[in-house]
């Protein structure tokens, strides 16, 4: 019996301790992608709301007419969509699993 029940603790472990793996190793890829595409966005946004607060103020006229300031947050935002759907398909499919290295 003793033998039976370190065969089962043992095969447990292996299987648990790649799963251990592979969950920390999603969690942190997710941290570093959150944290680098939060960044990249947020010089993006800075970059174009400063460039365009230095336009000429009948240029800033045209601008808020044509409300490029909503329009250009709408475009970043179905980027940043697109960017998470295609990172969870990615994890669907398995990409994922190739990145774990025993």
């Given at each position: ?40 966005l947020n010089t ?30 709408v475009i970043l ?26």
């Amino acid at each position: 019996m003793p033998i039976f029940l370190a065969a089962l603790f043992g095969a447990l472990m292996t299987v648990l301790g790649s799963i251990v793996g592979r969950v920390l190793v999603a969690l942190g890829m997710g941290y570093v992608t959150f944290t680098g595409v939060s960044f990249a966005l947020n010089t993006i946004k800075v970059m174009f709301f400063s460039s365009l607060l230095a336009a000429h103020p009948l240029m800033l006229g045209y601008a808020a007419t044509l409300k490029l300031d909503i329009s250009f947050q709408v475009i970043l935002a179905a980027v940043t969509m697109k960017w998470v759907l295609n990172s969870g398909a990615a994890a669907i499919t398995g990409n994922v699993k190739k990145l774990v290295i025993k």
